[in-house]
Nanobody, 117 residues
């Protein structure tokens, strides 16, 4: 099991930046992958970015070139650096962990990101 705690959300103007953090309650070294998802009002939760244990990453097309996911195994923390934010990035952002051996998924409580135009 793992508990995930997100932080770093807030209100920012379009074009601004935010960095989200996801602190895990255990070592993330052996976790299959960790990711950030988001859910806007009236929409389904969608993948934003994911980082795998080997360090590879993938991103939603809508955030490529603007967002960067990274992990600090020493701090058991995953980050999402968000630059050039747009109003359509407004959503609750959730941290996700995919644990071995059965790919069990765990979620944080979410952090609100609001981008004003």
């Amino acid at each position: 099991q793992v508990q995930l705690v997100e932080s770093g959300g807030g209100l920012v103007q379009a074009g601004g930046s935010l960095r989200l953090s996801c602190a895990a309650s255990r070592s993330i070294f052996s976790i299959n992958s960790m990711g950030w998802y988001r859910q806007a009002p009236g929409k389904q939760r969608e993948l934003v970015a994911r980082i795998f244990s080997g360090g590879s990453t993938n991103y939603a097309d809508s955030v490529k070139g603007r967002f960067t996911i990274s992990r600090d195994n020493a701090k058991d923390t995953v980050y999402l650096q968000m630059n050039n934010l747009k109003p359509e990035d407004t959503a609750v952002y959730y941290c996700n962990a995919d644990l071995p051996p059965l790919h069990t998924n765990y979620w944080g409580q979410g952090t609100q990101v609001t981008v004003s135009s």
